[in-house]
């Protein structure tokens, strides 16, 4: 036989050795571990089972209550939009109406005010104007008569010493 084959038979075989012990100590750390995670598996499956049993036992025994609840809230809800509607319909009621109070107030103070200016050109035709005709005809009348009887000149002779008189003083 080959030299070289035998020593790769002997390079091979060796290989085959070492990776056994190596697959070995692999198993025996893996079985180490799983017994580990076993263990502490156990140990949170002990704490927890009762957690969870009384977790069920509260859920159960608030179910009905919860039910309740519910159809509670599922009335009250329905009630609610019941009186929202009913509040809506008053509060466009009550806008509608308002609007129409509101064009009725604005159209009687319109008519009041165009009332109003009526009366006042009426009366201003009437009345004011007359008396301011009358009343400028009695001036003239009476100018012309104080201006007749000439008691105008010593009206105005005495009217123009005291304006002097005052301006003297003024100065």
């Known amino acids: 036989m080959d030299p070289v084959l035998k020593i790769f038979i002997y390079a091979t075989a ?15 750390s893996v079985s180490k571990t799983s017994s580990r995670v076993q263990k502490l598996a156990n140990e949170v499956h002990g704490r927890a089972l009762p957690i969870l049993s009384s977790a069920e036992t509260i859920i159960n025994e608030s179910r009905g209550k919860i ?26 009621d009550v806008v509608d109406r308002t609007r129409l109070q509101v064009i ?7 008519r009041t005010l165009d009332r109003v200016e009526e ?14 005709q009358i009343s400028g005809i009695v001036q003239g009348v009476s100018v012309g ?17 005291r304006a002097t008189q005052d301006e003297e003083l003024f100065i």
């Open 14 to 28: 060796v290989a085959v050795i070492l990776q056994m012990f190596i697959l070995l100590a692999l198993l025996i």
């Open 104 to 110: 009725r107030a604005d159209d009687l103070v319109t």
């Open 119 to 132: 009366t006042t050109e009426i009366v201003q035709n009437t009345v004011v104007s007359p008396v301011r």
């Open 67 to 92: 039910d309740i609840v519910m159809n509670n809230l599922v009335a009250v809800t329905g009630t609610l939009k019941t009186q929202i509607d009913r509040l809506d319909a008053t509060v466009s």
């Open 145 to 161: 008569l104080s201006a007749f009887f000439g008691h105008n000149r010593t009206r105005r002779r005495r009217a123009n010493s």
